[in-house]
C-alpha cells in the first residue's frame, strides 16, 4: 500500500503511453516524466518507437465488427497480453527497467464507437497491469460518455498546453486512422473546438491491402494512390455522406468508415479501377479536412498536421493547394512531441492527470455537460519495488 500511496503522491512521473489507432499500421509507445498538471504541465519525453501491427492481429480487429460475443470477450484479453508484451519488449529495447514507471497509460484498440452513446476499447487493463506489476490507466472515453461527451477526440487536452503561449489562433490536424482536427482560438478564454473531420488513413490502408493482395498495409510515400487518377464523379459521391453535415460536437470511427465502407464503395463502383478509387479516396481526407475548415474556422491562418498522415506527400500538397490562405505544415518537435508520438504521449498526460485526479475532458470539445477526470485505473496485487 505504501508503494501505491507513493505513485499517487508523486509530483514527477514516468509514464509509458501506448496508442493503437484505427489505422492498424503500428502500436505507439513513448515513455514521458511528467510534472505539474493543468497547462503547468511538464513534459520530457525520453524514448519513443512504433511496432508495426502484427498481420494475425490486424485481420482479427478488422474482423470484430462481424465477430461473436466470445470472440470479443477473447479479443478483450488477448490484447491485453499483446500490449503487455510490447510495453515489456519497449522497456528491453530502450534498457528502461518497468521499476522506474510509475504508471501506464493505455487507450486500448477501439472496436467500436457510438457517438453520444457507447464505446468498446479493447485490451484488458488488469491483464497489462498483471504482467508488468505497474498501475495501468485506461479506458479513457467512458467516463466522459457518462457525463453526456461523445467520448472523443480527447488529444485536445494535450494540444492546450502544447501551445498555451500561442499568439494567434492556430488548427492541429491529426491524420491517423481518422482524421480529427483541434482548434485554439487566439484568446485562451475562448472556447477549443475539436472534432473528427472524417475517415483518413483507415480507408486507404484498406484498400491498399486488397490492390497488393495482402502485401503492403499502407500507401507509403502515395506509391500507390499516385498511380491512379481522381474520378469525380466518384467523390462528388463520396463527399455527400451523412457524416460532413453532422453538427458538432461529433466523432467517427471504423464501424462508420472501415472495411465494410470500402467494400461497399468497391461493389457500387465496380467499373471503376482500384487505384482510381484509392487515389480518389485522398482526395476525399483532403476534401473533408478542406470542408470543415472553412464551416467551422475562416481566417485561420496555421494548419499544424500530424499523424501518419503528415508522411503521405499527396495529401499535403492538397491540402496545402486547398487551403491557400492558410500555412499548412507538419507538427515540429514542440517540447519533444513530434509527428508521430503526439498521441501516444497524449495518453500518457491523460494517465497522469488521474493519478492527479485532474478533469481532463474537455466539455465545448466533446458536448459533456461536467467536466471529469478519465480513465480507469488497474492496480497490480504487488507493485514494482521503487
Not at 57 to 75: L, M, P, V
Not at 248 to 264: A, C, D, I, N, Q
Not at 290 to 298: G, K, L, V, W
Request: glycine letters at 8%; proline letters at 3%; one cysteine or more.
Amino acid at each position: 500500500m505504501d508503494s501505491l500511496l507513493q505513485v499517487f503522491k508523486k509530483k514527477e512521473r514516468c509514464v509509458i503511453g501506448v496508442m493503437s489507432g484505427t489505422s492498424l499500421d503500428g502500436i505507439d509507445l513513448v515513455a514521458v516524466r511528467l510534472s505539474g498538471s493543468g497547462l503547468n504541465t511538464q513534459i520530457d519525453p525520453l524514448h519513443f518507437t512504433t511496432y508495426d501491427m502484427p498481420a494475425n492481429w490486424r485481420k482479427r480487429i478488422q474482423n470484430a465488427f462481424k465477430a461473436d460475443t466470445e470472440e470479443i470477450c477473447r479479443i478483450n484479453f488477448d490484447l491485453g497480453q499483446f500490449f503487455g508484451q510490447l510495453i515489456c519488449q519497449f522497456c528491453d529495447d530502450f534498457r528502461l527497467s518497468l521499476e522506474q514507471v510509475d504508471v501506464i497509460g493505455c487507450h486500448g484498440q477501439t472496436l467500436f464507437h457510438v457517438d453520444h452513446q457507447s464505446t468498446l476499447q479493447s485490451g484488458e487493463a488488469d491483464v497489462i497491469a498483471s504482467m508488468t506489476k505497474t498501475v495501468v490507466v485506461a479506458d479513457f472515453r467512458t467516463a466522459d460518455i457518462a457525463v453526456g461527451g461523445s467520448g472523443a477526440p480527447l488529444v485536445p487536452y494535450l494540444d492546450q498546453i502544447l501551445f498555451k503561449d500561442r499568439k494567434e489562433a492556430v488548427a492541429l490536424q491529426n491524420i491517423g486512422g481518422i482524421g480529427n482536427v483541434t482548434y485554439l482560438p487566439e484568446d485562451l478564454n475562448k472556447d477549443i473546438i475539436a472534432f473528427d473531420t472524417g475517415p483518413a488513413n483507415a480507408i486507404l490502408n484498406e484498400l491498399v491491402e486488397i490492390i497488393s493482395e495482402g502485401k503492403y498495409h499502407f500507401d507509403r510515400d502515395a506509391y500507390w494512390s499516385n498511380q491512379g487518377k481522381v474520378n469525380k464523379n466518384l467523390l462528388e459521391d463520396l463527399i455527400k455522406h451523412d457524416y460532413f453535415t453532422l453538427p458538432l460536437p461529433k466523432s467517427t470511427g471504423r464501424e462508420e468508415f472501415g472495411k465494410e465502407y470500402v467494400m461497399s464503395i468497391l461493389n457500387k463502383y465496380a467499373r471503376v479501377s482500384k487505384i482510381d478509387i484509392l487515389r480518389t479516396f485522398v482526395s476525399l481526407v483532403t476534401q473533408s479536412i478542406t470542408m470543415a475548415y472553412r464551416d467551422y474556422f475562416p481566417g485561420l491562418k496555421t494548419v499544424y498536421i500530424s499523424g501518419g498522415g503528415a508522411h503521405h506527400p499527396t495529401i499535403l500538397a492538397e491540402l496545402q493547394h486547398s487551403l491557400q490562405e492558410m500555412k499548412v505544415e507538419k507538427l515540429d518537435e514542440i517540447n519533444g512531441v513530434s509527428v508521430d508520438s503526439k498521441e501516444a504521449i497524449a495518453f500518457a498526460v491523460l494517465a497522469h492527470e488521474r493519478l492527479n485526479n485532474t478533469p481532463a475532458n474537455i466539455p465545448s470539445v466533446t458536448g459533456a455537460h461536467s467536466k471529469t477526470t478519465l480513465g480507469k485505473i488497474s492496480i497490480p496485487y504487488k507493485l514494482n519495488n521503487r
